[in-house]
Every structure is written in C-alpha cells, then in structure tokens.
C-alpha cells in the first residue's frame, strides 16, 4: 500500500501540477495566489491526508498514507520544491 499511496500522489502532483502551471501562465496579473494554493493544495493532500490515514490504524490505511506522505516529501527533493510549491523562486 505503500507503494500505491507513492502512485497516487505521483499522479495527483502531475495533473494538478499541469493545471495549475497552465492557469498561472494564463493569469493576467500576478501567478503567486495559483502556485501558493496548488502548493497548499498538494501539502493537505499529501501530509494532511497521509496523517489523517495513518490515525485510522488500519493497516491498509497506514501505508497508504505513508505513501502519501513519502511522496509529497520525494517530489519535494527531487524537483527542489518546484512539483510541490516549496522552491521560493516561484514566487518572485
């Protein structure tokens, strides 16, 4: 399950990713509110529902939301904050 929750939030990054970088190139004043709520869209997604998942204590649940919580924390080393909103340079 660990792996799956790896999977899923893989795919919510790339799909929310793509639509909100595409709404900030469209936007006619400043971009900084569509990458600041993707950015806290994609941390309660990834550490808020991976720690709501992990006090279920289920263990289908657990991993499931480690693997939430693994992949929110892997996007955000591998891409230097970019995928995840974290790197300052997006905003200004």
């Known amino acids: 399950m660990l792996f799956a929750g790896l999977a899923i939030y ?25 990458l600041a709520a993707g950015a806290v869209i994609l941390a309660v997604a990834g550490l808020g529902a991976g720690v709501g998942l992990c006090f279920v204590r289920k263990p289908w649940s657990r991993g499931l939301g480690l693997g939430l919580m693994i992949g929110w924390a892997l996007w955000s080393i591998l891409s230097a904050g970019i995928c995840t909103g974290l790197n300052p340079s997006l905003y200004g």
């Open 10 to 34: 893989s795919v919510l990054n790339l799909v929310v990713g793509f639509f909100l970088f595409f709404a900030a190139m469209g936007a006619s004043g400043s971009a900084n509110p569509y």
